[in-house]
T-cell receptor, first 112, second 109 residues
Framework: NAGVTQTPKFQVLKTGQSMTLQCAQD?????MSWYRQDPGMGLRLIHY???????DQGEVPNGYNVSRSTTEDFPLRLLSAAPSQTSVYFCASSQDGNTEAFFGQGTRLTVV | QKEVEQDPGPLSVPEGAIVSLNCTYS??????FMWYRQYSRKGPELLMY????GNKEDGRFTAQVDKSSKYISLFIRDSQPSDSATYLC?????????FGAGTILRVKS
């Protein structure tokens, strides 16, 4: 039972570099989302998708892009990494956005 | 004003204590409320899910919603060291989960 799988688990980037955080789910969930977690800030929504081909912005979308070409995958792209993007990133999925969300194990990103 | 406010703690209690974790929210239209538990270096997991006002009990855990005061509570009875984690309250807006900051709980044996 894989659930929500995120890769990589850890990443160090230099300022200005780009990268893609991968997220895959095997539960046939329509809704997928990306959060970042910073100390004292809780989980903040970056982008979300209600189904393949449909994405929308969350609370903190600047500096990030997403696409949803399949139901299973929802990658998050950092266009030009900045130290302010140092955080722990979580991908989540749920049946329809209004039911229990299942989270991945997180990606710890450091931008130097 | 943040939509969901939660004291980040940390909260430290002895084993066996009753723990009370609390959040307030700003929008009276919110109907669905959740508590997630997050162990260190892990993703959050759903602990309790309640709709509208009232209490919901599951073993040692009770979730309570008071819509008149916009207050959400989680009570843990007979707390155990294995309950040490971060507890996040959350509410559902259309297509979005909005989280509080999370409260770090430490149960000492």
């Amino acid at each position: 039972n894989a659930g929500v799988t995120q890769t990589p688990k850890f990443q160090v980037l230099k300022t200005g570099q780009s990268m893609t955080l991968q997220c895959a789910q095997d539960m046939n969930h329509e809704y997928m989302s990306w959060y970042r977690q910073d100390p004292g800030m809780g989980l903040r929504l970056i982008h979300y998708s209600v189904g393949a081909g449909i994405t929308d912005q969350g609370e903190v979308p600047n500096g990030y892009n997403v696409s949803r070409s399949t139901t299973e995958d929802f990658p998050l792209r950092l266009l030009s990494a900045a130290p302010s993007q140092t955080s722990v990133y979580f991908c989540a999925s749920s049946q329809d956005g209004n039911t229990e969300a299942f989270f991945g194990q997180g990606t710890r990103l450091t931008v130097v | 004003q943040k939509e969901v406010e939660q004291d980040p703690g940390p909260l430290s209690v002895p084993e066996g204590a009753i723990v009370s974790l609390n959040c307030t929210y700003s929008n009276s239209a919110f109907q669905y409320f959740m508590w997630y538990r997050q162990y260190s270096r892990k993703g959050p997991e759903l602990l309790m899910y309640t709709y509208s006002s009232g209490n919901k009990e599951d073993g040692r855990f009770t979730a309570q919603v008071d819509k008149s005061s916009k207050y959400i509570s989680l009570f843990i009875r007979d707390s155990q060291p294995s309950d040490s984690a971060t507890y996040l309250c959350a509410t559902l807006t259309p297509n979005k989960l909005v989280f509080g900051a999370g409260t770090i709980l430490r149960v000492k044996s």
